[in-house]
Nanobody, 124 residues
Framework: VQLQASGGGLVQTGGSLRLSCAIA????????MGWFRQAPGKEREPVGA????????YYADSVKGRFTISRDDAKNTVYLQMNGLKPEDTAVYYC??????????????????WGQGTLVTVSS
């Protein structure tokens, strides 16, 4: 299973970006998917997650109401729509896949597969 994140870039405060994570491999629809981010000098932190069915989503408090996770199983892709971006959202964003049942935000170590990361920079 391989994941490829894309869509990062430079945006001004208050702007929007949509990140994509394409997954190659069998049974994509059976994986819960998560987004994480890691700012310089900080630990990787969960941003949000979506269940394999798409019926459940979970978000970190810091992004609730601004970020939205969705998935398109026909395209084997999960998205992270980011609105109202703030300078503190600046980080490398990673997508990850989890083969179990999603129950809230999981720790990074619980995910089975990772993408390579895409950089999001929010200027003030």
């Amino acid at each position: 299973v391989q994941l490829q994140a894309s869509g990062g870039g430079l945006v001004q405060t208050g702007g929007s970006l949509r990140l994509s994570c394409a997954i190659a491999g069998p049974n994509f629809s059976k994986y819960a998917m998560g987004w994480f981010r890691q700012a310089p000098g900080k630990e990787r932190e969960p941003v949000g997650a979506i269940s394999w069915s798409g019926g459940l989503t979970y978000y970190a408090d810091s992004v609730k109401g601004r970020f939205t996770i969705s998935r398109d199983d026909a395209k084997n892709t999960v998205y992270l729509q980011m609105n109202g971006l703030k300078p503190e959202d600046t980080a490398v964003y990673y997508c990850a896949a989890y083969s179990g049942r999603l129950k809230g935000l999981l720790r990074a170590g619980e995910y089975h597969y990772w993408g390579q990361g895409t950089l999001v920079t929010v200027s003030s």
